[in-house]
T-cell receptor, first 111, second 117 residues
Framework: RKEVEQDPGPFNVPEGATVAFNCTYS??????FFWYRQDCRKEPKLLMS???SGNEDGRFTAQLNRASQYISLLIRDSKLSDSATYLC????????????FGSGTRLSIRP | DTAVSQTPKYLVTQMGNDKSIKCEQN?????MYWYKQDSKKFLKIMFS???????INETVPNRFSPKSPDKAHLNLHINSLELGDSAVYFC????????????????FGPGTRLTVL
């Protein structure tokens, strides 16, 4: 089993739709979780950190389920500009040395 | 005001050459990283460097070596380049490496696209 797994997609949804992705991780000792966004031929950029209590930032909601070892990202009222690859990131080391990126989920929003 | 910058943006070179990629961050961060993103888009950490402590991903060949002249810079040197080294290399930095506090959030440079012929 991979340390961090994501459905590669692509998810192709109409503008205005709600879309959700999950990311599973194998190491129960994982301590930090993030969602990054990467546009084509660009660097990854932090979308949001994922906290135990869940967190929301505008149209984006992230959840952490430690019991089932997954994190989720929900995007409401999707915009064309949300089209990108979404990377799940899990930090499982005692320092920031064991940082694992998922392979990403591609999202395409159509008009 | 670029937070994390890398040079060059593109690097095309012959097999067997030695090359360097420079990285600078002006965020005052304590920890810097190098990542490799291959053609399949997998992003893998190569090194992290914090307060003179270098942590190496054991899968990285010793032809790769990071050099940090000061806290704001972490350059990547590659010796005897091979075809398989062709990839995009990203530098990143974080405030520190304390897990779960938010200060391990990473900020990435724009990437250096290396092509080895």
């Amino acid at each position: 089993r991979k340390e961090v797994e994501q459905d590669p997609g692509p998810f192709n949804v109409p503008e205005g739709a709600t879309v959700a992705f999950n990311c599973t991780y194998s190491n129960s000792a994982s301590q930090s979780f993030f969602w990054y966004r990467q546009d084509c031929r660009k660097e990854p950029k932090l979308l949001m950190s994922v906290y135990s209590s869940g967190n929301e930032d505008g149209r984006f909601t992230a959840q952490l389920n430690r019991a089932s070892q997954y994190i989720s990202l929900l995007i409401r009222d999707s915009k064309l500009s949300d089209s990108a690859t979404y990377l799940c990131v899990v930090n499982i080391g005692s320092s920031a040395s064991k940082i694992i990126f998922g392979s990403g989920t591609r999202l395409s929003i159509r008009p | 005001d670029t937070a994390v910058s890398q040079t060059p943006k593109y690097l095309v070179t012959q097999m067997g050459n030695d090359k360097s990629i420079k990285c600078e961050q002006n965020l005052g961060h304590d920890t810097m990283y190098w990542y490799k993103q291959d053609s399949k888009k997998f992003l893998k950490i190569m090194f992290s460097y914090n307060n003179k402590e270098l942590i190496i991903n054991e899968t990285v060949p010793n032809r790769f070596s990071p050099k940090s002249p000061d806290k704001a810079h972490l350059n990547l040197h590659i010796n005897s380049l091979e075809l398989g080294d062709s990839a995009v290399y990203f530098c990143a930095s974080s405030q520190d490496n304390s897990l779960g506090t938010g200060t391990d959030t990473q900020y990435f440079g724009p990437g250096t696209r290396l092509t080895v012929l």
